[in-house]
């Protein structure tokens, strides 16, 4: 018993120093203010956290350190529901105890009108009134106390719940065997209609998305959708046929200023039709991926990543240019790009035609849907197929009747008019392009949105772009630690998932050990 | 005349690697080509299947000549090679390895009963169809290779070195295999360094030193000619090898 007090106070003040320092330097407050961006209207300013959400950070804190004091606790003896109970009470009147002390500290200075900031650089008095929980010094107490001890006992149940059902370990192992056993996939094979209910479902889904979220996340879901587009391009050029391209955001430039040239009032004063452009900008993209990979067709190497890197750099320095700057805007860039016209059934379904960035969002999602459909039927085709072969083995390939030359050129073709495509909706979107819009950084992320995701996989795809243009979005807030976090979790997730995070699935991996007896047994007529 | 080459020359820049070779293939024999390291065997079937262009001399195939044809035209004819160093798709499945060496077929029941019949002389191939290519044994991509090559339903087929590497049991079974596909009327052109077995199983043999074909005969006119026993069928035993660890299984 005495063991468990001092080992559990021990993990009381840790969790309370933890508590601590992501106090004073600011951590607990944002990350409140992401959760409460994330599941409220995002009206939230700097001074307005709603306590619950300060409250969940904590009590998310003390959790994690009382499941890990438990799960020690575990592999050293035996232990009874009470141990654990008494040892989950400790750690949180420790922690507890020690992040009043702060707030007490803290609290008084502001209540009495110091300005502590002279003494703590990183607070600021909105700062403290979060750790307060915008109510004074002693429900602020009471309301760490009350998230610490949720926070110790919810661990507690938690591991208590997975000891009773028999180790976490056989949990999960019973959990991966449920999965084998129900395969998805068998079931859609087998009752067609649950796969459509299932698409259906999430098409619904998707569909009422734009409408239940803020404008933030709408903006957020708009270029990421963009991104997804880009990936699933790019990932028919260097996942599927193996061809690495480094300056991708060529296409997609092309694509944003054939669509930018063809609707906006100047230079040329066309304002064409907006899916007229839309198609047009695809073609003209398409075409840039045919006259960069004619060259490179009959050559092996990575040749096509010097090129296209080459290709991005003149296409940026050219509509960057003064010379040009009479049919590309120069620096200006074009203005005023033209957007679709809203169908009026929106108007008759909902009775107000919807506000103009849902309806854009629903246009991204739309061409989205369209060109997953797309890459998913390319993959799933002889052509995707050939590409796979060629990506493995170009010789093989060829042997066996795959005229590579051709493969690789309509590879690039594809992909650079799928690129087109996200350029001009991204134009379209912001009413506006201009060539800082399309520097390396953007053929780096689009590369990285199909190498995290895992190459060559559609649904790695997606994920990749999440991550790669909604992570950092979402860790805005956490400004200055922003890029470390995204970075550390880039190298984290390539340490843990080398081949991305959502590969290829090519079922069975291992092969057993074999005798020559056994092959001899084999090749015996 | 079923297949003939006349005269092949082959540069790579300033290399001539093969200087004006001529043979021939009669329907449903097996002719073997025999050749150390560079003698420019692989050269000789690349230049016949289009993987190599630019050749000079004349290439006949059942009274055509397809000299320069691109690949996918010379496969549609029913020319299939598989090329030397167990080359198989790493991450494709043994079925989609298969089916890949089909993807000029457009007859499906002929497909599948190709893919039978692959089945048949690979037991162990439809045992692990669902596994990646890059998982099998060496021996069992080796198998492989020749299978995806039978699936392009060859008349003639070119084999380029299909024992190498292989471990001395294996390489029996290879040849035991090579001799039923010839059985049921596939001619074969195979490239060997193993000249022993290689000539134990050929019609004919063709000996070729640098770039040139220095002795031809039957393939136990070669195997009985001292020459090709000094350069060929001496040197190290088997079971050396096989000491040395010299084999992949
Ligand atoms: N792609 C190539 N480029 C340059 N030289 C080559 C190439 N392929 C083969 N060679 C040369 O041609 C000669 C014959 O090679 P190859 O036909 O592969 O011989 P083998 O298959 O009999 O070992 C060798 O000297 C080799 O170095
Ligand atoms: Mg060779």
Known sequence: MKTILTKSSKFGVVAGIILIFSEMINLSSTLAEILEKLFTGGIATKDVIIPFYMGLVTGLIVFFTTFAFLKKQKSDRKNSFLHGLAAAIIISLVSGSLISVLNIILGSYLEKGKDVRVYLEALSPDVIRAFLFQTDVRHAVMNYFLSTFLGSMTALILFWLSQKTNQPAKTIRGLARLKEKIQVGRIFERYPAVKTISILLVIIAILTLPLIVNAYTISVLGIVLIYAIMGLGLNLIVGLSGQLVFGYVAFFALGAYTFGLLTAPKPFGIEMNFWLALLISLVVAGIGGFLIGLPIMNLRGDYLAIVTLGFAEIVRILINSNLMADYTGGPQGIKNIGQPIQPSIFERYFGKPLEDNVWFLYLIIFVFLLILYAAFRLQYSRTGRSWEAMREDETVAQACGVTTSSYKVLAIVIGAAIAGAAGALYASRNTYTGPSEYAFMVSVNALAVVVVGGMGSIPGTLLGAFIIKGLPELLRDLENYRMVVFGALLIVMMIIRPEGIWPVKRRKLSVAPESIEVLKEDLKP | ?249
């Open chain 2, 1 to 249: 005349m079923y297949f003939e080459i006349k005269d092949l020359q082959v540069y790579y820049r300033a290399i001539h690697a093969l200087k004006g070779i001529s043979l021939t293939v009669n329907k449903g024999e097996i002719v073997a080509l025999i050749g150390g390291n560079g003698a420019g065997k692989s050269s000789t079937l690349n230049s016949i299947s289009g993987l190599v262009q630019g050749q000079s001399g004349i290439i006949i195939y059942k009274d055509e000549e397809i000299t320069g044809l691109p690949t996918d035209m010379i496969v549609k004819k029913g020319i299939i090679q598989v090329p030397e160093g167990r080359h198989i798709f790493p991450k494709l499945t043994v079925q989609e390895n298969l089916e890949m060496g089909a993807f000029l077929n457009d007859n499906k029941a002929q497909m599948e009963e190709d893919m039978e019949h692959v089945y048949q002389l690979f037991p162990r191939m439809k045992e692990r169809r669902t596994q990646p290519g890059g998982t099998l044994s060496g021996g069992e991509q080796q198998m492989l290779a020749i299978g995806r090559g039978l699936m392009g339903h060859p008349d003639l087929m070119l084999l380029d070195e299909p024992s190498m590497g292989l471990a001395p049991i294996l390489v029996e079974q290879i040849f035991d295999i090579i001799f039923d596909i010839n059985q049921t009327g596939t001619s074969i052109l195979l490239v060997e360094q193993n000249a022993q077995m290689a000539l134990a199983i050929a019609d004919r043999g063709f000996v070729l030193e640098t770039g040139e074909i220095v002795v031809s005969g039957t393939g136990q006119e070669l195997l009985n000619d001292p020459k090709v026993q000094a350069a060929y069928l001496g040197g190290e035993s088997e079971q050396e090898k096989l000491q040395k660890g010299d084999y992949y299984f």
